[in-house]
């Protein structure tokens, strides 16, 4: 089985998802995979990948703490990630 951590394509792809139109959240994504990427599990991975699907402003109210998570986006793996990245 082929993990985010063994496969350099499926980093490389992450961090491609995670430049975003809108600086703030290219910012904050940028920063917290310069200091996280290499320690993410494959659960952090898709937490983050969800969070990737979602639109820019949606995303950064999200990182901002202006809303919370709804939806197939609100599991506590997702939650728990979007805790670290408030704190990026």
């Known amino acids: 089985m082929t993990t985010h951590q063994s496969d350099p394509a499926n980093r490389a792809r992450l961090r491609w998802r995670s430049r975003r139109g809108l600086l703030e959240n ?5 920063r917290f995979l310069d200091a996280h990427e290499e320690s ?16 820019d402003n949606p995303l950064m109210d999200l990182i ?20 670290r ?3 990026a």
């Open 64 to 83: 901002l703490g202006r809303g919370e998570p709804e939806g197939e986006v609100d599991l506590p793996h997702v939650r728990a990630l979007l805790a």
């Open 85 to 87: 990245l408030r704190q």
């Open 40 to 55: 993410l599990t494959d659960e952090e991975v898709d937490a983050l990948t969800r969070l990737l699907d979602l639109a």
């Open 26 to 30: 290219d910012l904050v994504l940028t």
